[in-house]
């Protein structure tokens, strides 16, 4: 079976002021990546695929995400905003090598599927010169209806411009579409700008098409999927179909979320089986949770692994680099980074453990905290297994703990200590007698007030 090559071009250039933001629209975050990473990750890879993002100028930002999800992608800019046709030909060298087919996407549109795309490139292979994705609005006003007869895309008519009867179509445009690659440049070179705007519009693709005697089909999806992000609030709105989503695969897959609307996912959120979360979890990008582990409530959790049968929280904080053993414990009130946490280590409550390794079966007790960084750099503590951290002491690195090693509780340990040594670092406590009764007489007598 001979493959069918394909160029994706992935349309990104633009501002987004209607964000409010000076962060360019495509990189907003969805479920923990860019809304251009989504995109990206849905086009077609492999074998006889190109991709190729327009950006606009002065947009590096977005060229360095399209390569750190695609490292294949072609950047090319669209120095002038003159349509969407426009920018499509700003990859024209692109489209002139001439793959089979050519996919016009936005980088705005997170929520597509590969598994739709595919079916938009499906009837190229009958011998259709365009396919058109669309989707039937709740609330059609201000899209693009579709105007379709005998099966045959016949035109895309904007809303300003429908008669009444049009009007009451509710199959609109949702802008993604898929040419026929060795024609794909005449057609759209053929598109012209007589327009209150001046400017080249893809949608008249449709026309083109048909003058050309060619055929042109719509290809329908679900009004989600097509979701375009024009303001923070159908950013949020995305969110919530994206948690949707996720969610249901993970129950699917033996997740149990004892209340899932209070969790929140990243899209690369790894599951082992019998995984538990409790209610109001965030789970952030790059974590993987293993078999059997629980995450108790209001848990933040972010680029960390978690192994088998270990406990997270409720109330931690598991930061960038964290990794747990199989079976250990982090409890209330424990922030961890860059730390890792072997098999069987217990660190339940108010502890701080970053920039650090902790050996096997080692107890931190509650108020510990690796004093990691002296105002200028970051420091490492070392702890050996089987090692007990009495509560409320302070680790000041770079400092070892040897295997099996003892700290006394309220100690600070500046000193690298041996294996199985007991370490205790105290002032010398000093009794005086009465000094407390002394000190409530000249506290009461200083509050009296004066006659």
């Known amino acids: 079976m001979t493959v069918r090559s394909s160029l994706t071009i992935v349309l990104a250039a633009g501002e987004g002021t209607r964000m409010r933001s000076v962060l360019p629209k495509v990189l907003h975050p969805l479920a923990g990546q860019s809304l251009l990473a ?57 489209i002139a090598r001439g793959a089979d087919d050519l996919l016009v996407v936005f980088g705005d549109t997170p929520l597509i599927s590969a598994a739709t795309f595919a079916r938009l490139r499906a009837p190229l292979q009958s011998g259709a010169a365009l396919a058109v994705l669309g989707f039937h609005a709740k609330d059609p006003s201000g899209y693009g209806r579709l105007i379709v007869e005998g099966g045959h895309l016949v035109d895309i008519r904007e809303h300003a411009d429908a008669t009444p009867a049009q009007r009451a179509i509710t199959l609109c445009n949702a802008g993604i579409m898929a040419f026929d690659g060795k024609r794909a440049l005449e057609i759209i070179e053929k598109i012209g700008n007589a327009n209150s705007k001046r400017e080249y519009y893809l949608v008249d693709a449709v026309a083109v098409v048909r003058n050309m005697g060619l055929e042109a089909v719509v290809i329908e999806t679900s009004e989600d999927e097509v979701r375009g992000i024009n303001t923070k609030a159908q950013l949020a709105e995305a969110e919530a179909v994206m948690q949707a989503r996720l969610r249901k695969a993970a129950l699917d897959a033996g997740v149990t979320l004892i209340a899932p609307e209070t969790v929140f996912l990243a899209a690369d959120t790894k599951f082992g089986s019998d995984v538990t979360i409790e209610p109001f979890v965030v789970i952030g990008p790059g974590v993987t949770i293993s078999d059997g582990a629980v995450i108790h409530s209001f848990s933040h ?130 009794n005086r007698e009465g000094g407390a009764k002394r000190i409530r007489e000249m506290k009461t007598k200083a509050k009296t007030p004066k006659a």
Do not use: M, W
């Open 38 to 94: 989504h995109v990206l990750a849905a086009a077609p890879k492999g074998a006889g695929t190109a991709i190729a993002v327009v950006v606009g100028p002065g947009h590096e930002a977005v060229a360095e995400e399209a390569k750190k999800i695609r490292p294949e992608a072609v950047i090319y800019i669209q120095r002038e905003r003159l349509g969407t046709a426009h920018a499509v030909l700003a990859a024209r060298e692109a």
């Open 301 to 430: 959790i972010v680029q960390a692994s978690i192994g088998s049968n270990a406990s997270v929280g409720p109330y931690a904080r598991l930061r960038p680099g964290t990794s747990l053993g199989d079976g250990a414990r982090i409890g209330n009130f424990v922030e961890t980074k860059a730390a890792i946490l072997e098999a069987g280590v217990k660190v339940n409550h108010l502890s701080y453990i970053g920039d650090a390794y902790v050996g096997a079966d080692t107890n931190i007790g509650a108020g510990t905290i690796t004093c990691n960084y002296d105002g200028f750099s970051k420091h490492k503590t070392e702890i050996g297994a089987g090692a007990f951290v009495g509560t409320n002491s302070s680790l000041v690195a770079p400092v070892k703990i040897g295997n099996g090693a003892y700290i006394g509780s309220g100690s600070v340990i500046t000193k690298d200590v041996p294996d199985d040594a007991l370490a205790v670092e105290r002032n010398q406590q000093v």
